[in-house]
């Protein structure tokens, strides 16, 4: 999946397992932090994000895939 950072129009990547995403992004070039959602492989809307939501979000999101991975096929992916 690649990514195309709204700050500097750096092309980065990110490893999906599923089409649809919502979660932290951080650009390899510029750094600027963002929660990007994407909609089967498109990124439909990105906002700013400070280091310390990048943080936590990233907390978050590694306790769902925990969770994803403990119960597979309990995710609701609509
Ligand atoms: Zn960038």
Not at 20 to 39: A, M, S, V
Request: glycine share 6%.
């Amino acid at each position: 999946m690649k990514i195309k950072c709204p700050a500097c129009q750096t092309e980065g990547s990110l490893s999906l397992v599923e089409s649809n995403y919502k979660g932290p992004y951080k650009c390899w070039k510029c750094r600027e932090l963002f929660t990007i959602t994407l909609e089967k492989d498109k990124l439909t809307s990105c906002e700013p994000l400070s280091e310390e939501e990048f943080q936590k979000q990233q907390e978050i999101k590694a306790l769902q895939d925990k969770f994803n991975r403990q119960f597979p096929g309990r995710q609701d992916t609509g």
